[in-house]
């Protein structure tokens, strides 16, 4: 699974992107400081199932801080995106292939209005035009690629596959395609459609592709209540998250430095020894204050659109359903990330093909019940696959 993580140049991008994986990249005030894609790994939070089995977990695939448990997601931060970027503007087509294999994108939002749709500083900008502009090139984009290849669509009988055939690489499936067909109510034999259904085409597909998160940066300087509150108004609260990157990256240095003890996303932390400046002793206690009373929201962003966005559930795959552990003995050493509604069988053929091609039955190991291979996973289930497959 892939996040990118997308926005006007100058947002905070890269200090999200920072906070979220530790990752030391180039972060500065002034407009495309991020060039090349950064990759690194941020990780989704949840609570472990351990407690509620009354063992202690030994985590393989992830890892699990107290009852945390930390599950890896892929994160991309790309370069700034500028209006025209589709023309060739800014960096242009470089960012916008970029998020191809992108499966959801966090739009970064500079929720103080004090940078322009260019990352320029200025004062009273609009946080919305920036999101519209960041929508609207994405859907140009897609546009531009399925104009310059209809002819060739228009050919085959089934507009679903010959779509399917030039836009796989944008993670697209054939179901997404005909959903974004049918809400667009657009006929797919022998596509041959006008550019006004094609963009329509365009705006439906991304955002049953490619679903997308607001994260309305700097909510932790006064006077951004506004801002934020009119892009929940404009794009729905349930899209919209005000956070602070920077207190983010700071706490989690500070946590690395051995100052404190802090897991991402809590509510506070605690003091582990004395930072001999008085400066950073001061900042550290009003961080401390903020946390307790908003929270930074950086664990949030990454939450949100792991679980919710994306529809996740958390499973957890063991061997021996009466200890929970695999046949090394590790107990619930794998958090798998799978679909909500995802099968037995499907999560089977996430371990290994061979293990779902001679599976027989799965078991739930609370409560020791045989299920059956098309049996829908529910959230932090603990399954042993039982196969003929060595």
């Given at each position: 699974m892939l996040i990118g993580i997308v926005g006007a140049p100058n947002k905070g991008k890269s200090t999200?992107?920072?906070?979220?994986?530790?990752?030391?990249?180039?972060?500065?005030?002034?407009?495309?400081?991020?060039?090349?894609?950064?990759?690194?790994?941020?990780?989704?939070?949840?609570?472990?199932?351990?407690?509620?089995?009354?063992?202690?977990?030994?985590?393989?695939?992830?890892?699990?801080?107290?009852?945390?448990?930390?599950?890896?997601?892929?994160?991309?931060?790309?370069?700034?995106?500028?209006?025209?970027?589709?023309?060739?503007?800014?960096?242009?087509?470089?960012?916008?292939?970029?998020?191809?294999?992108?499966?959801?994108?966090?739009?970064?939002?500079?929720?103080?209005?004090?940078?322009?749709?260019?990352?320029?500083?200025?004062?009273?900008?609009?946080?919305?035009?920036d999101i519209n502009i960041v929508n609207n090139e994405i859907i140009e984009w897609?546009?531009?690629?399925?104009?310059?290849?209809?002819?060739?669509?228009?050919?085959n009988a089934n507009g679903v596959e010959a779509l399917h055939g030039i836009l796989a690489s944008l993670k697209v499936t054939e179901d997404e395609i005909a959903r974004a067909a049918s809400a667009c109510s657009l006929s797919t034999s022998k596509i041959n459609w006008k550019d006004d259904s094609i963009r329509s085409f365009s705006k439906e597909l991304i955002k049953i592709s490619k679903p997308m998160l607001i994260a309305a940066n700097k909510y932790d300087v006064a006077g951004t209540e506004k801002n934020i509150d009119s892009l929940k108004k404009k794009?729905?609260?349930?899209?919209?998250?005000?956070?602070?990157?920077?207190?983010?990256?700071?706490?989690?240095?500070?946590?690395?430095?051995?100052?404190?003890?802090?897991?991402p996303g809590s509510k506070d932390f605690k003091w582990v020894k004395d930072e001999p400046s008085k400066e950073r002793q001061d900042a550290l206690k009003y961080m401390q204050n903020f946390v307790k009373t908003r929270g930074t929201n950086v664990q949030e962003v990454i939450n949100k659109a792991t679980f919710e966005l994306l529809d996740n559930i958390v499973v957890y795959p063991v061997e021996d359903e009466n200890k929970f552990t695999d046949h090394f003995g590790n107990v619930l050493p794998d958090a798998i990330l799978i679909k909500r509604g995802s099968t037995a069988v499907q999560l089977a053929e996430r371990i290994h093909t061979n293990?779902?091609?001679?599976?027989?039955?799965?078991?739930?190991?609370?409560?020791k019940m045989r299920l059956g291979k098309d049996h829908a996973l529910k959230d932090n289930d603990v399954i042993k696959i039982v196969s003929a497959a060595k």
């Open positions: 999200l992107f920072s906070a979220l994986t530790m990752t030391e990249v180039a972060i500065a005030d002034y407009p495309f400081t991020t060039i090349n894609p950064n990759l690194g790994v941020a990780y989704a939070t949840r609570k472990c199932v351990h407690a509620e089995l009354g063992v202690k977990c030994k985590a393989r695939n992830s890892l699990c801080v107290g009852d945390t448990r930390m599950i890896p997601i892929n994160i991309m931060d790309v370069a700034g995106l500028v209006e025209g970027a589709h023309e060739g503007k800014g960096m242009g087509n470089q960012f916008l292939n970029d998020i191809a294999g992108a499966e959801a994108l966090i739009i970064v939002a500079d929720a103080t209005g004090k940078t322009d749709s260019n990352g320029n500083k200025t004062d009273g900008a609009d946080p919305i035009e897609l546009y531009g690629i399925i104009k310059k290849h209809i002819s060739p669509v228009s050919r794009f729905g609260a349930e899209h919209v998250i005000g956070c602070s990157a920077a207190m983010e990256l700071a706490l989690r240095k500070a946590a690395k430095q051995g100052l404190i003890d802090y897991i293990l779902a091609k001679g599976m027989l039955y799965a078991v739930d190991a609370r409560t």
